[in-house]
């Protein structure tokens, strides 16, 4: 089974600067996405940003880029300047790719809650 | 598009009775979630289907809950009887079979058994 780590359950940081969320995971495949969803106070799930496993370039979606190191494990999520509006719960998250038992199903780690602060 | 769509936004009800959860995935996506969040456990799969066929209810917690997916644009997850324990956000997903992988999430039904 695949387990996902965030080991920083709450952050801030200051408006315009830059901040870095950690995750880490757990798996034996070698087939999978990871991604991160932004979760704000209205609750609805969003998607920040994907990585897939076999491209060994690190995603970038404007102020949100990851660094990820597969031998490691390691999936941590970068947001430059940083908006009053990036307040939120974020959750990485782990998506196997192989076909069988619990495929395409996300695992989620337990979150890290951002503030941004003015 | 109009997103997967949940019903309903909050829920309030008494210990002992029957809730039903509903879901609309988004027209032409293969797989649909049921997930469950808490402050306790985060985020939990409690179900999903392909095809609007169950593939692994191995996250439902007992036989009180349930869920079905009569066809590719309705699924339901029933509580009966519900306990407080189950007061929780509960959230559908679903998903293409092509593109990119994501999942789309609703806008999540709180409920709230006292």
């Known amino acids: 089974a695949q387990t996902v780590t965030q080991s920083q359950p709450e952050m801030s940081v200051q408006e315009a600067e830059t901040v870095t969320l950690s995750c880490t995971y757990d798996?034996?495949?070698?087939?999978?996405?990871l991604f991160w969803y932004k979760q704000p106070p209205s609750r609805q799930m969003i998607l920040v940003i994907r990585?897939?496993?076999?491209?060994?370039q690190n995603a970038t979606e404007n102020r949100f880029s990851v660094n990820f190191q597969k031998a490691a494990k390691s999936f941590s999520l970068k947001i430059s300047d940083s908006q009053l509006g990036d307040t939120a719960m974020y959750f990485c998250?782990?998506?196997?790719?192989?076909?069988?038992?619990?495929?395409?199903?996300?695992?989620f780690g337990k979150g890290t809650k951002l503030s941004v602060i003015p | 598009d109009a997103g997967v769509i949940q019903s309903p936004r909050h829920e309030v009800t008494e210990m002992g009775q029957e809730v039903t959860l509903r879901c609309k995935p988004i027209?032409?996506?293969?797989?649909l979630f049921w997930y469950r969040q808490t402050m306790m456990r985060g985020l939990e799969l409690l179900i999903y289907?392909?095809?609007?066929?169950?593939?692994?209810d191995s996250g439902m917690p007992e036989d009180r809950f349930s869920a079905k997916m009569p066809n590719a644009s309705f699924s339901t997850l029933k509580i009966q009887p519900s306990e407080p324990r189950d007061s929780a956000v509960y959230f559908c997903?679903?998903?293409?079979?092509?593109?990119?992988?994501?999942?789309?999430f609703g806008e999540g039904s709180r409920l709230t058994v006292l």
């Open positions: 997903a679903s998903r293409g079979d092509r593109g990119t992988g994501e999942l789309f």
């Open positions: 798996t034996s495949e070698n087939n999978y996405y």
């Open positions: 990585q897939e496993a076999y491209k060994q």
């Open positions: 998250a782990f998506m196997k790719r192989r076909p069988g038992a619990g495929s395409y199903q996300l695992t």
């Open positions: 027209s032409g996506h293969d797989y």
């Open positions: 289907f392909n095809n609007n066929v169950p593939i692994d």
